[in-house]
């Protein structure tokens, strides 16, 4: 019964969607657990006579672009139909055949709705300067109403006797919160319309994903199980209150696809060789000026550390260490895939967090979790770089010393072994690691 699980072990974009597409060439079913479109893969589609296409998908989990498998949007998402439909549409334009056959959403996901995006981005504004950096799509106030017992399941949208009075009173509820906020409010009756079209299209991809996982477990089948966002962003265990709306670790994973513990057998982190994050909060081995251009780029690569959405640099900074040992115990990883080390070449010195100091205290471990790391300042070592160019390379023995080293540090930190290197964008560009 192997179940996999792939999860970000930093604040997300650690390159997880070119993970998930080496693993899901192994897997029977792909299934996303958390979060909404507030996040997104980049995935690269193949068609015999036309090439290739690359584009983003933010909600269908991104191993569906392979033939052979069916895809699971689990209980514990959000889902807004128009993304859904517009990344179908989008997936079936570039060839990809799919619909219902081998795509499901679970009846208990919940329904993001136009309500629910106009008050992401009002309480977004109302925060002034205390902004999340929320994407404004409607994602937190989704998981506001689902936790306050009043969201709208997909469940919902297959009784279409009573979706639509559910609507009204959904638009016209968030319609006092958006006049309270200074918003205009929305034309509910049209909201409403849309939404029964929208019930109409989404009912036969709607079903119990969490019974047809277990099931295909039980058949020996493999499900692999893509987290958006990373560990750091977890609404629990992360950098909280900078953190998403949902749980992008193994336990979320869990409960976000209607499985138990038992059919795990990999739990695979994937992390950056370096450490970034986008918008507000923690980030104690944060570079700043010439430093951090180096580690963000330019802008001329497409891999450059720069929001896909927004186009803002990332902030940057060197590995750390004691976050990483933090999402090794909290998701119980087996391994991580380390991603993106060819950045790290031409660099004189690399440096990596080993431990915090505070108050002439030592920590190797996370007090308290990372809410509050403000009393922490890293501790570090340095390590030689090196200056060969690593995206040609394809075996363990010919990564320069001084990168194999960097390797072997990162695992005696992590105290995990790292399966795989990427060293480059493509497919091929993965390094096994020597065992
Ligand atoms: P995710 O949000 O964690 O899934 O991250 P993405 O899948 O969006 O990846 C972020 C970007 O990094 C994409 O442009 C990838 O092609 C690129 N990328 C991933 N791995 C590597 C790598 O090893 N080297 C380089 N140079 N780019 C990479």
């Known amino acids: 019964m192997p179940l996999d699980i792939v999860v970000g072990t930093q604040w997300g974009d650690e390159g997880k969607g070119r993970i998930v597409d080496l693993l899901a060439k192994q897997a029977d079913i792909v299934a996303r657990f958390n979060g909404g479109d507030n996040a997104g893969h980049t995935v690269t589609v193949f068609t015999e006579g036309s090439g290739s296409q690359t584009f983003k998908l933010h909600l269908i989990p991104s191993g569906v672009v392979h033939a052979h498998t069916s895809g699971i949007l689990g209980s514990g998402m959000v889902v807004n139909p128009a993304t859904f439909f517009a990344e179908l549409d989008a997936l079936l334009a570039a060839g990809v055949s799919i619909g219902p056959e081998r795509l499901q959403i679970s009846f208990a996901a919940h329904l993001i709705t136009p309500a629910h995006r106009a008050l992401d981005r009002a309480q977004e504004m109302a925060r002034g300067s205390g902004q999340i950096g929320t994407t404004g799509r409607g994602i937190g106030p989704a998981y506001t109403d689902r936790a306050a017992r009043r969201g709208l399941r997909l469940q919902d949208a297959l009784d279409r006797s009573t979706f639509h009075e559910k609507m009204l009173a959904h638009v016209a509820a968030a319609n006092q919160q ?43 089948k493999a499900v692999l199980a893509e987290g958006a966002q990373g560990t750091l962003l977890d609404l629990d265990a992360g950098t909280y209150p900078f953190v998403t709306s949902s749980n992008p670790t193994a336990a979320g994973a869990l409960l976000g696809l209607g499985l138990g513990a038992a059919p795990i057998r990999r739990v695979i982190g ?137 390797i072997r540090r990162v695992e005696q930190i992590a105290g995990v072994p790292i399966g795989q290197v990427s060293v480059g964008p493509e497919r091929g560009q993965v390094v096994d690691v020597a065992a």
């Open 178 to 220: 958006l006049v309270a906020l200074g918003v205009e409010p929305l034309d509910a009756q049209a909201v409403a319309k849309d939404y029964n079209d929208f019930a109409a299209r989404l009912a036969p991809y709607i079903s119990d994903t969490g019974l047809q996982a277990w099931l295909a477990l039980k058949q020996g």
């Open 270 to 406: 994937v992390t950056k060789a370096f450490q970034t994050r986008v918008g507000a909060g923690p980030f104690p081995t944060e570079l700043e000026g010439e430093a951090a251009t180096r580690l963000r780029g330019t802008g001329a690569n497409p891999w450059d550390e720069f929001g896909t959405t927004t186009g803002r640099p990332r902030r940057v900074g060197w590995l750390d260490g004691v976050l990483l040992r933090y999402a090794v115990r909290l998701n119980g990883l087996t391994e991580i895939m380390m991603t993106k080390l060819d950045v790290l070449s031409g660099l004189e010195k690399i440096r990596i967090c080993t431990a915090y100091r505070a108050g002439g205290v030592e920590y190797e471990q996370l007090p308290l979790g990372p809410a509050d790391l403000s009393p922490f300042k890293p501790i570090y070592e340095e390590l030689p770089g090196w200056q060969a160019d690593l995206q040609s390379l394809h075996r363990w023995e010919d990564l320069p010393a001084a990168a194999q080293n960097y």
